[in-house]
């Protein structure tokens, strides 16, 4: 952009934008020549080489060195003559020859020599490192290129007397030589937020047809350089570029090795060039990109020089649909004839019926790829969340605070599944986008069968809640794979408290008679009317963890420390108790039902307030910290029946150790109802503690028990509801039955019904009529409107072999059948505004799947190739391509 002696730095104001056009076009009166403002310059990052030699005889400055430099906001239009002069006269170096460098990678890439050329022209992007190389004091110059693997050998292929790429030779640059495990299995380096690109370029670089299209360097004779939609030849050259050094064939290019890993900088440099919103180092859509590919490739690669005009051809349902079809297809290819669309074109069958007059209209569109709706038009109104429910083994009576007891809440007696254990129920639930909390445990209980006073919603990680969310709280950021607690608990109006974090301070004094958990001054919370405190219980435990051996200590040694391990434990509490009425309550909670019989139990615990546990085989510690880490010097005296002072603060939470050898006397008695523990019997005893650090031993990961493998309960339960509803992911085939149901048109678009001569919604239906020998699917993952931006973790699962679309196609079926097998998958994992692309391929050398992780490259299992982040699938006709 910008003529050669366009602006450089400068703010360009209306006043000074009509100077700058006058000076550039030769005159201020009449403008003779066609002129071009450049808005916003080019920001680069000027070294000068005496920096690299201060940095050289300082070890340890690396990270100031890497920062030394001036940042420049250039036009691209300038020259490279005009920018060396830009510089030298900045950084106030006179009588001096100077070399200037693209310093790529903080190396020496490429020699800015030609003096006439535009920084356009030799490929300096946004952010680009420049080095100023200064002579030494003999006058010379001692920086050397450093040479990319196999520049002789490509050279010669990139030569201007083929046509192909002149002077392009050093654009993608080859960054590890080190033998692949087989052709094509090469990196693909990160530019910076480039994971989108290298993800797309995977998929199409390992889809056989156009692979070998572009290596073998056949479409050079397809070169469409004048198509005014196309890229003047450019973006199929650049692919053709890149596709050489990932798939070296030795018949185009004898002696040329396979790399393992490449920088596809003059690529990434073509893309931005012709799709400005490319430019730059933001995070894109790699389906955004997917499509700009497969119709910029087309362009360049179009056989049809002079495009006719065709009229639009619109059926009436009268005519066969296959003559209507090829009377489109017809006309489509009067201005469409490429390899691309031979190998990505399909028609899509559309129809259209007006609600008033029942017109109807059929149009048989092409398209290159499919996007699946994963929900039906009304569930994408919805927000949908994973909830564990973690019922009460034996729903409590009104006299016991959370395990039953003197709360004051009528409660239901019925067991929870699973024989008396703590077992969370993993619920898919789903409220109106842009829903409270609150909208969400009612949405719950009705899921769980409980009253909504009964259900308190919370997010753990790591054994600790990190976050109790009353009926308030905003659902927006919560990610759409994590994991919400839901717990029943007697009374849920504890946990509705306005202040968003709970205090985990039981007591703000000390009281040296009842071991530090009475009140004197006034809660920091907003008091719900509740005359119960919500209670979050701890379970800790005297672990022994191993040190490696290393270099400064010889042998290995073994540390112990306490650390939370299982789920945490909620429940309510009346405020004005005893510390004894305090360790019976929690003691009920962690016991199994007394009887099979819930009645029975319930009669039990009503009459003598007795549970299975003894509450003197643990010990309450008062939390300091919300994360349990901190709690006081002394337990909380469990046989004090003296009330405490001034009743408890609406909010607590405890850390319950149990006694030395209480594990391995109780196992077989009441560990069973402890959330997220599950230990032998009791005729294993020997072996019980072993049993139970190896079954609830920490982990980083997520949800109630914090990836604790020792959450036994949650697990069964997990495993069990996944047997029960199969893989638990969405079938392939019935997102193409989401694809294909009717839908009615929003009033943002309507339709012009030709007979009622009016805009109406009408209902659209969308079929295939016919399938391309290359199916690119775009799972829509992605949803945006005027209120929200949402992404959907709906796993999906496809088949990598043998997909069968017989049915789904309307129009005759291929002489070669409508099987399918996979060849590649774009994943995308994380949030909607960043997260991170891989990619996964099926070799065609060695017929394994590898997963492309920018740069780095490893075979994978196939079962491992959906992962549950399944965002592009390229499919390719069986018996049509050997894969």
């Known amino acids: 952009m910008g003529d050669k002696g366009g602006l450089v730095g400068r703010r360009c104001g209306p006043e000074a934008m009509r100077r700058g056009v006058a000076e550039n076009s030769g005159s201020g009166r009449g403008l003779s020549r066609r002129a071009t403002v450049e808005l916003y310059g080019l920001n680069i990052k000027v070294i000068l080489s005496t920096d690299l030699a201060e940095t050289a005889l300082a070890p340890g400055e690396e990270e100031k060195g890497e920062k030394r430099g001036r940042e420049l906001n250039v036009s691209k239009g300038q020259t490279v003559r005009e920018l060396k002069e830009t510089i030298m006269k900045t950084f106030g170096i006179e009588g001096k020859d100077v ?105 199409l670089s390992n889809t056989p047809p156009l692979r070998e299209y572009f290596s073998s360097g056949r479409f050079l004779q397809d070169m469409n350089r004048t198509n005014p939609l196309g890229h003047e030849g450019k973006l ?36 931005g060039r012709f799709r400005p919103e490319f430019q730059g180092f933001q995070q894109h859509d790699s389906s955004e990109l997917m499509n700009f590919l497969l119709d910029g490739l087309h362009e360049d690669l179009n056989r049809v020089v002079d495009k006719p005009y065709v009229e639009a051809v619109e059926g009436d349902g009268t005519k066969p649909d296959t003559e209507m079809a090829d009377l489109f297809l017809e006309g489509y290819r009067k201005r469409n004839d490429s390899v691309i669309h031979d190998l990505f074109r399909g028609q899509f069958k559309s129809t259209l019926v007006c609600p008033s007059c029942q017109n109807v209209s059929v149009t048989f569109d092409p398209y290159t790829m499919v996007s699946l709706p994963l929900t039906t038009a009304t569930e994408e109104k919805q927000a949908f969340f994973k909830v564990q429910i973690w019922r009460n083994p034996a729903s409590s009576c009104p006299s016991g605070g959370g395990g039953g007891g003197a709360d004051g809440v009528e409660t239901s007696a019925t067991a929870a599944p699973g024989g008396g254990r ?49 009926d308030l709280a905003t659902l927006d950021y919560i990610h759409g794979n994590a994991v919400i607690v839901a717990h029943e608990v007697a009374d849920s109006a504890p946990f509705q408290l306005t202040d968003r974090a709970p205090s985990s301070a039981y007591s703000s004094s000390y009281s040296s008679s009842y071991g530090g958990y009475g009140s004197t001054a006034p809660p920091p919370e907003t008091p719900s009317s509740s005359a119960n405190s919500a209670v979050t219980v701890y379970f800790r435990r005297l ?42 309550a929690v003691a009920r909670a962690i016991s199994p039902p007394l009887s099979s019989d819930p009645a029975e139990s319930q009669s039990k615990e009503t009459g003598g307030g007795v549970s299975q546990v003894c509450p003197s085989v643990f010990k309450l510690f008062v939390a300091k910290d919300v994360y349990g880490s901190s709690v006081d010097a002394e337990a909380v005296d469990g046989k004090s029946e003296v009330p405490i002072d001034r009743g408890m603060k609406p909010k607590v939470t405890l850390v319950l150790e149990f006694e ?15 959330p997220g523990v599950a230990l032998p019997a009791p005729s294993e005893a020997s072996a019980a503690s072993a049993a139970s650090a190896g079954a609830a031993g920490g982990g980083e990961g997520d949800g ?52 009622c001569k009016d805009h109406v919604q009408a209902t659209k239906t969308m079929e295939l009529w016919s399938v391309p020998d290359v199916l690119v699917l775009h799972l829509k993952r992605f949803s945006y409107n005027r209120y929200s931006r949402d992404k959907l973790e709906t796993e999906v699962d496809f088949p990598l072999d043998g997909f069968d679309l017989s049915e789904l196609v309307k129009g005759p079926s291929n002489s070669q059948g409508e099987l399918f097998d996979c060849v590649a998958v774009s994943n995308h994992m994380g949030s909607l505004g960043g997260g991170h692309y891989t990619a996964s391929a099926r070799n065609v050398e060695d017929g394994k799947w590898y997963k492309f992780n920018d740069s780095s490259t490893s075979e994978m299992r196939p079962e491992a190739v959906n992962s549950g982040n399944v965002y592009l699938l390229v499919y390719v006709r069986r018996g049509k391509f050997d894969v």
């Not at 596709?243 to 900088?265: E, F, H, I, N």
């Not at 909620?570 to 005893?578: F, Q």
């Not at 949650?714 to 969405?730: C, F, I, T």
């Open 543 to 584: 672990d022994t963890a191993t040190t490696p051996s290393t270099y400064y200590y010889s042998s290995s040694y073994a540390r112990k420390n306490k650390t939370l391990f299982g789920a945490p434990l909620l429940l309510s509490h009346p405020k004005e108790t005893t510390p004894k009425a305090l360790y019976e």
């Open 236 to 271: 199929a050259e650049s692919f053709g570029e890149l596709t050489q050094l990932m798939w070296p064939d030795p018949k185009v290019r004898p002696g040329a090795l396979p790399c393992s890993s490449l920088a596809p900088r003059g690529f990434k440099y073509q893309m």
């Open 422 to 470: 703590w077992r969370p129920q993993t619920k898919r639930v789903g409220v109106p986008k842009g829903s409270k909390a609150g909208e969400l445990r009612k949405a719950v209980a009705e899921a769980a069968g409980v009253s909504a006073n009964r259900i308190a919603l919370c997010q753990v990680m790591r054994s600790y809640v990190f976050k109790v969310l009353d």
């Open 660 to 674: 030395d050898g209480a594990p391995e006397a109780l196992a077989g008695s009441f560990l069973p109802g402890i």
């Open 704 to 755: 109630p028990s914090g990836g604790d493998g020792g959450a036994a309960a949650m697990e069964e339960a997990e495993e069990e509801e996944e047997e029960a509803k199969g893989s638990g992911g969405l079938p392939l085939r019935a997102c193409f039955d989401l694809f294909s149901t009717p839908e009615k048109l929003s009033p943002e678009d309507v339709w012009y019904c030709g007979k």
């Open 99 to 203: 070399r200037l460098w693209d310093y790529f990678q903080q190396k020496p890439f490429s020699l800015l020599d030609v003096p006439s050329r535009t920084l356009g022209d030799v490929n300096i992007m946004e952010n680009n490192d420049l080095l100023v190389e200064l002579p030494d004091a003999s006058g010379n110059f001692s920086i050397k290129k450093d040479p990319p693997a196999h520049s002789s050998t490509y050279s010669s292929y990139g030569s201007s007397s083929n046509g192909y790429g002149a002077g392009g030779a050093a654009e993608n640059a080859v960054v590890s030589t080190v033998p692949p495990p087989a052709r094509g299995v090469c990196g693909l380096q990160n530019l910076g937020n480039t994971c989108f690109m290298n993800s797309t370029l995977q998929c």
